[in-house]
């Protein structure tokens, strides 16, 4: 894929679902380049998912079998396409995009696929049509996208270990070849703990790539009004960037451990807007702001074990939001809570 990527990457950002973030965007072009599989590393809620997304529609459309694994009509994988011929379709890169959920639910043979007793005892314990193929397979020529990866339990790990490093996977007495032409993007929250520890040998099969809150003020604003939903109701520029402030100064609070992610600032814009609509405003008022931050907030945030035994978070917002609204004028008349 690196070749298709090479002309991408020199044109302009083709990255257009994501506003700034450009350190990360030229780290993860890097790998791509070179077929690098990736971690990203970063707080929830600041648009890994997207980005990910995002490399997934810039994958080329492609002539696939009409099969739920994508196969390659000159190499098929799966077992109803290796038996017998099938008709091909175009296969565009956003459905290439494979999304798998870290839990400590999942199995390996969710991923890689597992043996089925009555085609075994049919065909034969060895057959490929015994062989039920997972997610893994559908990810060919295409991405799979790991979402929090550091919530998978070992057993996950080994059985990628090899699937990254030889294109395999033992299944019991049973080898099967998987696709190895597929880019595999994961994503790790560092504030949240893990189910297992990622281990060094897992590690090293990727280039972890760190993803950060909105640099500015000014890039957080485009990226709230241009996410969020809108009401036919009136929000001031100003107020509204008194909201994302606050917000971005709770990130930065010393007694804070868990930050409030962009997604706080989406629902502070959009809650504010339906407290303005249910008042029957025709534009947001301090007070429909104010109004929305207990309830966007408070489980948002942790609180150091010293301040959270003193005061709640619910407490926490309040007084925060208080000493706020004394120094802005902007929130005067109804801001305070």
Known sequence: MSKHFQKIFLETDP???ILGQERTKHQLKSALLMDRHVIILGAPG???????KNIARLLPTLTLNDCPYHCDPESPLCPECKTKKQKTVKVSGEERFIRVQGSPDLTVEDLLGDIDPIKALQFGPTSIQAFTPGKIFKANDGILFFD???RCPEKIQNALLQVLEEGKATLGSYTVDLPANFIFIGTMNPETAATEKLSEVFLDRFD????????TIDIEEKITVMKGQRLDVEFEPELLRMGIYFVRLLREHKNILKKPSVRATLGIYERAQANAFLEK???????DLSDALISVLAHRIELKPSVKYLQSNEE???????LFAAEHEELNGGGGL
């Open 46 to 52: 600041i648009g890994k998912t997207t980005l990910a």
């Open 281 to 287: 405003q025709k534009k947001v008022r301090p007070k």
């Open 208 to 215: 972890v790539i760190h993803m950060t809150y909105p640099e």
């Open 15 to 17: 990255f257009t679902e």
């Open 148 to 150: 929090e990866v550091n």
């Open 316 to 322: 926490f917002i309040k007084e925060q939001f208080n």
